[in-house]
Antibody, heavy 126, light 107 residues
Framework: EVQLVESGGGLVKPGGSLRLSCAAS????????INWVRQAPGKGLEWVSS????????YYADSVKGRFTISRDDARNSLYLQMNSLRAEDTAVYYC???????????????????WGQGTLVTVSS | EIVMTQSPATLSVSPGERATLSCRAS??????LAWYQQKPGQAPRLLIY???TRATGIPARFSGGGSGTEFTLTISSLQSEDFAVYYC?????????FGQGTKLEIK
């Protein structure tokens, strides 16, 4: 059974930092692209970042570019999101989701997310 | 950025009836359109991808249609567990973008 379990959320002050983790099981983690998608309270879904298998390709939403860093550790079957310079508008549930990226011939294309974790809440407030 | 617009915002339907949800893209996304279901306090679940292909384990009462800029999700006979929020997502262009959601509620 595919499982994605996020952790690391919490309350942080504006300008602060937080590191989210996502532990994967039930599939060959190293062969899949993995993503972060967030959802502000009572709002819709927003894609945040994608990382390809092998970490060759990384993409960010403009809203987080330069502040967030996605990474993965295939030996630990884990995905990470380092979030710096946090703002109130970053407050959301952050989901880890599988898929989301297809790369071929040096180009990558977005794709649907087939499995999602339960999410971890990040609250940015003074 | 491609803007996805879903309608209606809320749809009230009785159990056993048919529900049709709409999604419009601001420019063509060919058939790179997915639908997700989200229940309160839960993660989204992939229902449909490629505009019309059901994901693994999704019941046949869910069907997707359309191409280009106009898409629909149809639930043929609503079950109690189908009342939820539904999102469409385009994966034709970066960044992939979601619609604002349609809440399907019990009439």
């Amino acid at each position: 059974e595919v499982q994605l379990v996020e952790s690391g959320g919490g309350l942080v002050k504006p300008g602060g930092s937080l590191r989210l983790s996502c532990a994967a099981s039930g599939f060959t983690f190293s062969t899949y692209s993995i993503n972060w998608v967030r959802q502000a309270p009572g709002k819709g879904l927003e894609w945040v970042s994608s990382i390809s298998d092998g970490s060759s390709y990384i993409y960010y939403a403009d809203s987080v570019k330069g502040r967030f860093t996605i990474s993965r550790d295939d030996a630990r079957n884990s995905l990470y999101l380092q979030m710096n310079s946090l703002r109130a508008e970053d407050t959301a549930v952050y989901y880890c989701a599988r898929g989301g990226l297809y790369c071929s011939g040096g180009s990558c294309y977005p794709r649907p997310f087939d499995y999602w974790g339960q999410g971890t809440l990040v609250t940015v407030s003074s | 950025e491609i803007v996805m617009t879903q309608s209606p915002a809320t749809l009230s339907v009785s159990p056993g009836e048919r529900a049709t949800l709409s999604c419009r893209a601001s420019q063509s996304v060919t058939s790179n359109l997915a639908w997700y279901q989200q229940k309160p306090g839960q993660a989204p679940r992939l229902l449909i991808y490629g505009a019309s292909t059901r994901a693994t384990g999704i019941p046949a009462r869910f069907s997707g249609g359309g191409s280009g800029t106009e898409f629909t999700l149809t639930i043929s006979s609503l079950q109690s567990e189908d009342f939820a929020v539904y999102y469409c997502q385009q994966s034709n262009n970066w960044p992939n973008t979601f619609g604002q959601g349609t809440k399907l509620e019990i009439k």
